[in-house]
């Protein structure tokens, strides 16, 4: 079966307490996998919103592989109910503090690759900021530029937190980004 078709059939595929590991983590390498073909497409902004998700939801399958740790982190029974019920889903209005979180139980540098997922979900709703207003890629190129510096670095986290969750499909989808 073709790549795109397995995206396809795996991207549909339900999420569940039992598979949320594995679930996210497909679901990061096959948006991945999207993004690098959307752009060598064209379709940049396209792109751009795919590799957002990919990011996301790396960093929803690193909170889950990091959620002892985190847990035991957090001082607030409140916040531990939060964090199970709704941080573990890696919402995007709080990827910024959830990758402080990481940061914090050992996961270096994904605060900076969150921040520029995030410019990349800003371009793709309002395009290019040719005059600098919020800090986004100035013009396509930029862009580009950007989604594949961020896939360069989702496929650094990918091998350094899940190797040993990839399967040979995994591993074939992952070295086409």
């Known amino acids: ?64 592989l990091k959620k002892d740790e985190i847990l035991r982190m957090l001082k607030d029974e ?7 019920e709704k941080g573990i889903y890696a919402p995007s209005s709080r990827l910024s503090p959830l990758s402080v979180l990481l940061e914090k139980v050992g996961v270096e540098g994904i605060t900076f690759s969150t921040a520029e997922a995030l410019r990349l979900h800003t371009y793709q709703y309002h395009g290019p900021d040719p005059e600098g207003l919020w800090g986004g890629p100035v013009d396509k190129e930029d862009a580009k530029e950007d989604i594949e510096m961020l896939l360069k670095k989702f496929k650094e986290y990918v091998e350094k937190y ?16």
């Open 78 to 84: 409140k916040q531990k109910q939060w964090f199970l």
């Open 1 to 64: 079966m073709a790549t795109l078709e397995r995206a396809k059939e795996r991207l549909e595929e339900p999420l569940s307490e039992k598979n949320f590991l594995m679930k996210k983590l497909e679901d990061s390498i096959y948006e991945a996998y999207l993004a690098k073909k959307l752009m060598e497409d064209g379709l940049i902004r396209n792109a751009a919103g795919k590799a957002f998700q990919a990011w996301k939801d790396l960093v929803s399958a690193l909170l889950y």
């Open 162 to 177: 899940f190797s040993e969750y990839l399967d040979e499909e995994l591993r074939e989808v992952l070295e086409e980004i």
